[in-house]
């Protein structure tokens, strides 16, 4: 357990660096932990911000569960509440309650009068002196400028059939991408063998047609982030857009209001189009998807604050020239995105742990137990640590050190990606 709690503090240092701006709400969805958690940790990290020692701390939970109040000092609280002493003109607090119950109240039993605000507001809540807030209503998002964030999601067209020889699910799939400062849908490709290979080829051809943006957003998706078990490592998806220069936002479990805007069109998209021609083959997803693209973009109006109830390409007649995808790329520059990132694992028993599909060995001694490594990206290793001591540095496997034309980096991410497919099918139908 404790391997795991350093890598999410590691993690939440990582994010609050690289967006010192965001609410603590979001960094609790990004790591799956609570908000008083993350509270905890980040005003520690802003004590003391260059102390890795606090990475390793310890853990200040109780191990019992405190004693109850006594009745007496119930009712003690409830009547200072309810009659004020001293005639004080307002209604006390629990500050000013703790005050009189220690200072004023020498009949009550020794060491049991809570010395704590919070005891005293959880009294008067549950004996109804404290009402509950109403419920807080939520602003409209600040819409990003044009081309600047996109939105990725699968939409199934489950009008089509299950094919008695091969799937029976999801058999026609639809990769939809939305940009969510204009509400343009920049592509909507049908594909029946969509898989983390196959990913690749409809987003580098959006990508050659609008240029890259500045964000992009999606799901947990396996063909996106990899395996249930290995997400926390960047999969070939994620290192695509990181060696272009794309930050890259992924959803929380259970959130799909991360990824509203494109989750909006889908339900558009079924409501308008395949729940109304109801095709049931690929080839008749193709010819219903086109021209409801090109009917979404240009011709139905959009109730969208930034569109004023007007079709997008209405509403943005000239869209910004965005950078142009390059013909080289540095195929490794993925790796200063996650510098200092440190990751769990738990040993095998032939003494290796397991990172994006590849194995690593560290110490048959260990076998069974927790390690972290870390990622440096200077020297491109992973340095190992286990209890606050750092004793292994590990080269990290499949790097290519030299440029590459980017059609060729492509390429290769598909090869790296379809062995992990592979891989990730595999397990599940030995789960299964």
């Known amino acids: 357990m404790e391997a795991h709690d350093v890598a999410d503090r590691t993690t939440l240092r990582a994010l609050w660096r690289q967006y010192p701006d965001w609410p603590a709400r979001a960094f609790a969805e990004q790591l799956g932990r609570s908000l008083s958690w993350v509270r905890k940790w980040l005003a520690r990290f802003r004590a003391a911000p260059e102390d890795d020692a606090l990475l390793w701390g310890l853990s200040r939970a109780r191990h019992h569960l405190p004693p109850p109040v006594p009745a007496v000092v119930v009712e003690r609280i409830l009547e200072i509440r309810d009659q004020p002493p001293d005639q004080l003109q307002r209604t006390p607090g629990p500050k000013a309650i703790l005050y009189y119950l220690h200072h004023r109240s020498p009949d009550l039993p020794a060491g049991q009068v809570p010395r704590s605000t919070r005891t005293?507001?959880?009294?008067?809540?549950?004996?109804?002196?404290?009402?509950?807030?109403p419920r807080r209503q939520i602003a409209p998002l600040d819409r990003p400028a044009p081309l600047v964030s996109w939105q990725l999601d699968f939409k199934d067209a489950s009008t089509v059939p299950p094919d008695p020889d091969g799937k029976q699910q999801h058999v026609v799939e639809i990769l939809d991408v939305v940009d969510v400062g204009t509400s343009l849908l920049?592509?909507?490709t049908p594909a029946a063998d969509y898989t983390a290979a196959t990913v690749f080829a409809p987003l580098v051809a959006t990508l050659r047609q609008y240029g890259l943006p500045t964000w992009v957003t999606f799901d947990r998706d396996a063909r996106f982030v990899?395996?249930?078990?290995?997400?926390?490592?960047?999969?070939?998806?994620v290192r695509f857009w990181q060696v272009l220069g794309i930050q890259v936002f992924i959803c929380p479990p259970r959130r799909p209001d991360r990824n509203a805007f494109v989750e909006r069109f889908q339900g558009t998209l079924s409501r308008e189009c395949l729940e109304v021609y109801r095709p049931q083959?690929?080839?008749?997803?193709?010819?219903?998807?086109?021209?409801?693209?090109y009917h979404y973009n240009t011709q139905r109006p959009n109730q969208a604050r930034t569109c004023g109830n007007r079709p997008p390409a209405v509403a943005f007649p000239v869209l910004p020239h965005l950078p142009?995808?390059?013909?080289?790329?540095?195929?490794?520059?993925?790796?200063?995105?996650?510098?200092?990132?440190?990751?769990?694992?738990t040993v095998k028993p032939n003494g290796s742990v397991e990172i994006d599909g590849r194995s690593y060995y560290v110490a048959q001694r260990l076998a069974g137990q927790a390690v972290v490594l870390e990622v440096d990206a200077q020297t491109r290793e992973f340095q190992v640590w286990q209890?606050?001591?750092?004793?292994?540095?590990?080269?990290?496997?499949?790097?290519?050190?030299?440029?590459?034309?980017?059609?060729?980096?492509?390429h290769r991410l598909e090869q790296e990606a379809c062995t992990l497919w592979r891989t990730y099918t595999r397990r599940r139908r030995l789960a299964a």
Do not use: N
């Open 324 to 345: 142009v995808v390059p013909e080289t790329v540095d195929p490794d520059c993925w790796l200063h995105v996650i510098h200092g990132r440190r990751y769990a694992r």
């Open 186 to 188: 920049l592509t909507a």
């Open 387 to 410: 209890h606050a001591h750092a004793f292994k540095r590990i080269p990290i496997k499949g790097l290519i050190q030299q440029p590459m034309a980017f059609e060729a980096f492509v």
């Open 120 to 133: 005293v507001w959880k009294i008067l809540r549950a004996h109804g002196r404290i009402a509950l807030r």
């Open 226 to 237: 990899g395996s249930a078990s290995g997400h926390d490592f960047p999969s070939p998806f």
């Open 281 to 293: 083959s690929l080839e008749a997803v193709r010819e219903v998807t086109a021209p409801f693209q």
